[in-house]
């Protein structure tokens, strides 16, 4: 059973909408992240939660709004979209934000086209 | 500035045959490293970690790495390839003053044919 679950697995958007990415984990983990994959590029790191406290944001649009409402969630808020957004964006998680010797695990991800 | 590069974009092996996979890592210190797995359609597994300690390090299903500061290389190696291990390969580094940032490579789609 995935401990990590991004929903939805795909999503398909027309541009300048709004859409939601919902990511939970089940492992009692206490920092979450965010990180995406697009066509031709290597993954790239977003954003980084502590205890639902933002650590570290790499993006630089702030269409990218990251939402915690409970520690085991951290959503995506992404607006106004663009077809530039199209990526695969996979939550992760970890013990603890420093790592402790764990590595974070990872996702199945969400396939977002935005046309 | 941190970096990770995978040279080889694709490898085909044969089933049975010895399996090398390529990273190279630009970071001024020790980073820690990783291989994760990415299987067709399904989210990244962790295969390694390296922190500290014995330069080689074994991993999940058989895959080794073995660390080398002065190469600056953490390269992925499997004495005998199956046609499960069919995936991309990404070799990852996070610098222990920013651990909770991974630096991916661009990812080695590794194909095993009969």
């Known amino acids: 059973d995935p401990k990590i679950i991004q929903k939805p697995k795909y999503l398909v958007a027309v541009t300048g909408s709004e859409k939601i990415l919902i990511c939970e984990q089940y492992?009692?983990?206490?920092?979450m992240y965010w990180y995406r994959q697009s066509a031709k590029k290597p993954l790239e790191f977003m954003f980084s939660y502590s205890y639902q406290k933002l650590m570290d944001n790499q993006t630089a649009s702030s269409r990218f709004q990251p939402q915690s409402s409970k520690k085991n969630h951290l959503d995506l808020q992404i607006t106004a979209l663009k077809p530039d957004d199209s990526a695969t964006y996979f939550c992760?998680?970890?013990?603890?934000?420093?790592?402790?010797?764990?590595?974070?695990?990872f996702g199945e991800g969400t396939r977002l086209s935005v046309l | 500035a941190q970096s990770v590069t995978q040279p080889d974009a694709r490898v085909t092996v044969s089933e049975g045959a010895s399996l090398q996979l390529r990273c190279k890592y630009s970071?001024?210190?020790?980073?820690?490293l990783f291989w994760y797995v990415q299987y067709p359609r399904q989210g990244l597994q962790l295969l390694l970690k390296y922190y500290s300690g014995d330069p080689v390090v074994q991993g999940v299903n058989g895959f080794e790495a073995e660390f080398s500061k002065s190469n600056s290389s953490f390269h992925l190696r499997k004495a005998s390839v199956h046609w499960s291990d069919s995936a991309v390969y990404f070799c990852?580094?996070?610098?222990?003053?920013?651990?909770?940032?991974?630096?991916f490579g661009q990812g080695t789609s590794l194909s095993v044919v009969p």
């Open positions: 992760a998680s970890s013990q603890d934000w420093q790592y402790n010797n764990q590595a974070p695990l």
């Open positions: 492992l009692g983990h206490n920092a």
């Open positions: 990852v580094l996070s610098a222990p003053s920013s651990f909770s940032k991974l630096v």
């Open positions: 970071y001024s210190g020790t980073p820690y």
